[in-house]
């Protein structure tokens, strides 16, 4: 069975970070487009960032956090992570890490195949 778990969420003041934790299992990152989403209160899930397994390692991210956030991934770990710097109130959302077995990767959330359970991201003014 996959299983995708998320760590490393918490309170941190603005221009603080963070570094998300994505410890995959039942499936090998190496060989997925893993990807993270966030969902704040009232809104609906958003993209954040994505990293192909195959062709390479190319990332790609939403306009709100580019030069902010990095994705990576340690294919030793099975572990992908999303590191946050100098975040933003409006960062604030449950962070959810997602997998897709397609070649195609996109920014969509329903065309995941796989999702963590989130964990929660909070940043103070």
């Known amino acids: 069975q996959v299983q995708l778990v998320e760590s490393g969420g918490g309170l941190v003041q603005a221009g603080g970070s963070l570094r998300l934790s994505c410890a995959a299992s039942?499936?090998?990152?190496?060989?997925?487009?893993m990807a993270w989403f966030r969902q704040a209160p009232g809104k609906e899930r958003e993209f954040v960032a994505r990293?192909?397994?195959?062709?390479?390692?190319?990332?790609y991210y939403a306009d709100s956090v580019k030069g902010r956030f990095t994705i990576s991934r340690h294919n030793a770990k099975n572990t992908v992570y999303l590191q946050m710097n100098s975040l933003k109130p409006n960062d604030t959302a449950v962070y959810y890490c997602?997998?897709?077995?397609?070649?195609?990767?996109?920014?969509?959330?329903?065309?995941?195949?796989?999702w963590g359970q989130g964990t929660q991201v909070t940043v103070s003014s």
């Open positions: 990293i192909r397994g195959w062709n390479g390692d190319s990332t």
């Open positions: 039942g499936l090998t990152v190496r060989s997925y487009a």
């Open positions: 997602a997998a897709r077995s397609s070649v195609v990767v996109t920014t969509i959330a329903n065309e995941y195949d796989y």
